[in-house]
């Protein structure tokens, strides 16, 4: 999950940029959609919301030009390189500060599945 704050009001409305922000992460980890990326553009000053389903599971945002702030989901069910949320929300969206935090799913799933049971 990562959270991008400061950012431009202008780039956060601009669906183009955050276009080109989905087809970096997308083509740099070598990731497959499904289907064509679903996008909405609130009316007047309002923001941008994206959705791409992934054969490994789905990437989202969704921006709030009224507080300068952008927030996406990369959500995997594989390993993957990192990409760098910093330096590349920091150049597109001009953001201040970036936040990312990361959740290892998945991993204790054996001690909650019960014997002989399925999840």
Known sequence: ????????????????????????????????????????????EGGITGLAALTESHLTCHTYPEHGLATFNLYCCRARPEWDWETKLRALLRAQEVKITKIERGTDCNAAVPAGGNV
């Open 1 to 44: 999950m990562i959270e991008a704050a400061g950012c431009s009001d202008e780039a956060l409305r601009d669906l183009p940029v955050m276009s080109s922000i989905f087809s970096s992460i997308i083509d740099d980890l070598e990731l497959k959609t499904i289907g064509e990326i679903f996008w909405h553009k609130f009316e007047g």
